[in-house]
Antibody, heavy 119, light 110 residues
Framework: EVQMLDSGGGLVQPGGSLRLSCAAS????????MSWVRQAPGKGLEWVSG????????YDADSVKGRFTISRDNSKNTLYLQMDSLRAEDTAVYYC????????????WGQGTLVTVSS | QSVLTQPPSVSAAPGQKVTISCSGS????????VSWYQQFPGTGPKFLIS???KRPSGTPDRFSGSKSGTSATLGITGLQAGDEAYYYC???????????FGGGTKLTVL
């Protein structure tokens, strides 16, 4: 069974940093590209970042470019999102997502982890 | 403001058919696959339609997807009360080199 367990969310002050993790199991992790998708309270889905199966190719939404870094450790079956210079508008539930095809063909989602940026 | 445009809400009676549109441009829908997701309040999204019109295992055949030019459509027939949810379209944008989603459509079964 495909499982992805998101963790690392919490309360952080504006300008602070946080690292999200996504522990994957039930599939060959390195064979799949992955994405992070977020959803602000009461709002719609927003694609954040994507990474190839090898980890060599990454993409970021303009809203997080230069502040967030997606990475993966295929030896640990884990996906990461390093979030720096956090802003109030980054407050959202962050979902880890397994991709088939391009980075928005998402066939499995983590349970989500809440990030709150507030002073 | 989302790159892809969806109606904020649609409604129909049980047993009826409803369609949800998703409008984009040549840099996204026009040249890339569209996917659709269903989300109930308080839960994560569920993969509903892949590659414009393919149903992943678990998606009932009451749900269908289509694409024409720079627009895509999700169709739901035989509406049930359990279909009340938010629906999102998504695709890759080749100009932005980023994924994009529509703003979401709330389906109400009257």
């Amino acid at each position: 069974e495909v499982q992805m367990l998101d963790s690392g969310g919490g309360l952080v002050q504006p300008g602070g940093s946080l690292r999200l993790s996504c522990a994957a199991s039930g599939f060959t992790f390195s064979s799949y590209a992955m994405s992070w998708v977020r959803q602000a309270p009461g709002k719609g889905l927003e694609w954040v970042s994507g990474i190839s199966g090898s980890g060599y190719i990454t993409y970021d939404a303009d809203s997080v470019k230069g502040r967030f870094t997606i990475s993966r450790d295929n030896s640990k079956n884990t996906l990461y999102l390093q979030m720096d210079s956090l802003r109030a508008e980054d407050t959202a539930v962050y979902y880890c997502a397994r991709v088939t095809g391009d980075y928005t063909q998402i066939d499995s989602w983590g349970q989500g982890t809440l990030v709150t940026v507030s002073s | 403001q989302s790159v892809l445009t969806q109606p904020p809400s649609v409604s129909a009676a049980p047993g009826q058919k409803v369609t949800i549109s998703c409008s984009g441009s040549s840099s996204n829908i026009g040249n890339n696959y569209v996917s659709w997701y269903q989300q109930f309040p308080g839960t994560g999204p569920k993969f509903l339609i892949s590659e414009n019109n393919k149903r992943p295992s678990g998606t009932p055949d009451r749900f269908s997807g289509s694409k024409s030019g720079t627009s895509a459509t999700l169709g739901i027939t035989g509406l049930q009360a359990g279909d009340e949810a938010y629906y999102y379209c998504g695709t890759w944008d080749s100009s932005l080199s980023a994924g994009v989603f529509g703003g979401g459509t709330k389906l109400t079964v009257l």
